[in-house]
């Protein structure tokens, strides 16, 4: 059983965490999205009018899909903290790119979600 952290828990760990890692993961505690859907979001499925982000990919092992079944197309309301995140994250990956979050030391799209697990 997956035991969330608790508000307490997450404000430690974002104060913990370096500037240029932080928006990333605001987003991700924000949204729960699954590593490789993090992964694979584009900015062109952001709508800032709805705050809303649209998944339709994910990424394994370092290729771009779609998601497995078409039940797992959805769009996930974005909340103020995860907007935030999205607008800290804009001057580092938009002009690089579609892809949303980046590795910040190479400032190149992660290849896998253990890359991920390993600098979090």
């Known amino acids: ?7 307490a828990e997450r404000e430690a760990i974002l104060k913990a965490c370096r500037p240029d890692k932080r928006p990333m993961l ?3 505690f924000e949204t729960g ?3 490789g859907e993090l992964q694979a979001l584009q900015w ?3 709508d800032w009018e709805q705050a809303i982000a649209r998944i339709e990919l994910n990424q394994v092992a370092g290729v771009i899909k779609g998601l497995k079944t078409a039940a797992g197309i ?5 909340s103020a903290e995860a907007l935030a995140a999205l607008r800290a994250q804009c ?8 892809r949303i979050w980046l590795n910040p030391r190479t400032v190149e799209s992660w290849s896998t979600d253990a890359q ?5």
């Open 74 to 78: 959805r769009d996930v309301e974005l």
């Open 44 to 46: 062109s499925h952001i």
């Open 91 to 98: 001057p580092i990956s938009e002009l690089k790119g579609e």
């Open 33 to 35: 999205l699954r590593p």
């Open 116 to 120: 991920i697990r390993k600098t979090f």
């Open 1 to 7: 059983m997956v035991t969330p952290f608790t508000a």
């Open 26 to 28: 605001q987003f991700w």
